[in-house]
């Protein structure tokens, strides 16, 4: 048996939607996350700020600098951190190719896993308004689609430019409960399709908040959950192993660690869809 409490080793570490800066974020798990987990590369799949929630009202415990401050450190000591904006933190998508106290941004990337297999990072916030038009676009075919993301970019840029906020998800979900119970299933195929577009093995996003790995049409589709609800992680073994991992798994055993409370309403977002996982995109 290992020392339970000697940080394990990752080669990768894929995290997203921590929504820094909302009340809902959990960040004392998160800390203790990455307390017990080393990584040679941390790729930071996007909304890790929410820089929407910060502009309405400051929240910014002492946790949320803690969380900035362990990331820094880390990179600081040799971990490669990559830092893929979302769109709750698109303010960083001015920045593509820069570095900040070591952490690299990127719009997004190509992995390639320890066994060869390459699979396209991002947030995964572009294709909403492909996944929203789906039926139309399907019809007018290949350019509509390339149009339709062109257009999303442009008009995210144009709306971000007035200070207005991003098409939101969660939003639109609760005036359209049944159409964003599709939405989920539709996201995940766009993306996959995306990965296909790109000649890769798979895909690792972010987003819906829907934590999961699977095969979609020969696409390995990897989402990574969030850190204000399901509290969960994909880690890439030395081997090249993907495995996803959620916080109240880790360490059962140990007293100090505090087990995650039963899945209880949060008060972020407002907008839950009855018991399924679709919200705050
Ligand atoms: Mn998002």
């Known amino acids: 048996m290992s020392d339970q409490s000697a940080p394990k080793s990752l080669r990768t570490l ?3 939607d921590v929504h820094l800066g909302s009340k809902a974020a959990k960040t004392d798990f998160l800390l203790e996350f990455l307390r017990l987990h080393e990584a040679q590369t941390i790729v930071l799949v996007g909304d890790i700020i929410d820089g929407w929630r910060l502009k309405r009202s400051w929240y910014w415990p002492q946790e949320c600098n803690d ?3 362990k990331l820094l450190r880390k990179a600081r ?12 933190d698109e303010f960083l ?10 952490i690299e941004v990127a719009e997004r990337i190509i992995h390639e896993t320890a066994d060869g297999k390459k699979y396209l990072v991002l947030h995964g916030d572009e294709f909403d308004v492909v996944v929203r038009n789906a039926r139309v676009l399907a019809y007018l075919g290949d350019w509509a689609y390339d149009a339709a993301i062109a257009i999303n970019v442009v ?9 207005m906020p991003y098409w939101s998800f969660s939003a639109w979900a609760k005036l359209q409960v049944k159409q ?3 939405f989920i299933g539709e996201f995940q195929r766009v993306v996959a399709d995306e990965a296909r577009r790109n000649e890769v093995d798979g895909v690792i996003c972010g987003h819906i ?3 999961v790995m699977e095969d979609i049409d020969g696409i390995h589709y990897v989402n990574t959950g969030d850190w204000v609800e399901s509290c969960t992680a994909v880690a890439e073994h030395h081997d090249g192993r993907l495995e996803m991992i959620t916080w109240s798994q880790v360490q059962p055993g140990d007293a100090t660690v505090k087990a995650l409370p039963p899945p209880v309403a949060t008060p972020f977002p407002v907008d839950q869809l009855g018991k399924k996982k679709a919200h705050a995109a």
């Open 14 to 16: 894929f995290i997203s």
């Open 67 to 69: 969380v900035v401050q």
């Open 77 to 88: 000591k040799g971990t490669r951190v990559i830092y893929i904006p979302g769109n709750h």
């Open 155 to 163: 008009l995210a840029a144009v709306r971000r430019k007035l200070g």
């Open 209 to 211: 908040h829907h934590a």
């Open 180 to 182: 964003a119970v599709n």
């Open 93 to 102: 998508r001015d920045f593509p190719g820069t570095h900040f106290g070591g």
